[in-house]
């Protein structure tokens, strides 16, 4: 079935260092690619999406590139902030458009 | 506009009681979704509704847990017989059309104790 994996954290990183979370998916068919993200007592909100290959995902500085030939959508930003901290989670559509989560990556971010 | 809401937020259960969680979809939108958050981990799907229509629920976990949208808008999740392993938060989202490729919205969840 499907499925997605996504590096375990917590990442700790300083103020202004350059972000990559990495994410892999196995999928029949081609499904669509997102990155949710959970800011602390938050809900979960999108942060971007793909929904073909190729295709780049793009928001708040945040980017991901849908690539089908290693099955990845890996997020990057080149310099991160305090308030990035959160929980961010990797996630492809399945079967009637439900979602397949990773199990998350907690980012650090500090002065 | 109002988002996805959920209640209630918190709810604690003696082991092998019944409860019943709702979801308040944005209106209009067709597709709500259930999904199964553990503490550390991603949400794992429950079940899927297109209007009244229950598609898939395939996730859920064993015939304690149901579900129901009857009037095509809010919908309940019920879990009878608690037990300490249903311990989650419960995630509700809805999006406004069918295909794939849409943005699910989420509510705030509901965090489920048994105990």
């Known amino acids: 079935g499907n499925s997605v994996t996504q590096m375990e954290g917590p990442v700790t990183l300083s103020e202004e260092a350059f972000l990559t979370i990495n994410c892999t998916y196995t999928?029949?068919?081609?499904?669509?690619l997102f990155w949710y993200v959970q800011y602390p007592g938050e809900g979960l909100q999108l942060l971007l999406k793909?929904?073909?290959?190729?295709d780049k995902g793009s928001n708040k500085g945040f980017e991901a590139t849908y690539r089908k030939e290693t099955t990845s959508f890996h997020l990057e930003k080149g310099s991160v902030q305090v308030s990035d901290s959160a929980v961010y989670f990797c996630?492809?559509?399945?079967?009637?458009?439900?979602?397949?989560f990773g199990q998350g990556t907690t980012l650090q971010v500090k002065p | 506009g109002a988002g996805v809401s959920q209640s209630p937020r918190y709810k604690v259960a003696k082991r092998g009681q019944d409860v019943a969680l709702r979801c308040d979809p944005i209106?209009?939108?067709?597709?709500l979704f259930w999904y199964q958050q553990a503490l550390g981990q991603g949400p794992e799907f429950l079940t899927y509704?297109?209007?009244?229509?229950?598609?898939?629920k395939s996730g859920l976990p064993s015939d304690r847990f149901f579900a129901e949208r009857p009037e095509g808008s809010v919908s309940t999740l019920k879990i009878q017989r608690t037990q300490q392993e249903d311990s989650a938060v419960y995630l509700c989202?809805?999006?406004?059309?069918?295909?794939?490729?849409?943005?699910?919205?989420f509510g705030p969840g509901t965090r489920l104790t048994v105990l």
């Open positions: 996630a492809s559509s399945g079967n009637t458009g439900k979602l397949i």
């Open positions: 999928a029949t068919g081609y499904p669509s």
């Open positions: 793909a929904t073909k290959a190729d």
């Open positions: 209106s209009g939108h067709v597709s």
């Open positions: 509704f297109q209007n009244e229509a229950q598609l898939d």
């Open positions: 989202a809805s999006s406004s059309q069918v295909m794939r490729r849409d943005e699910q919205f």
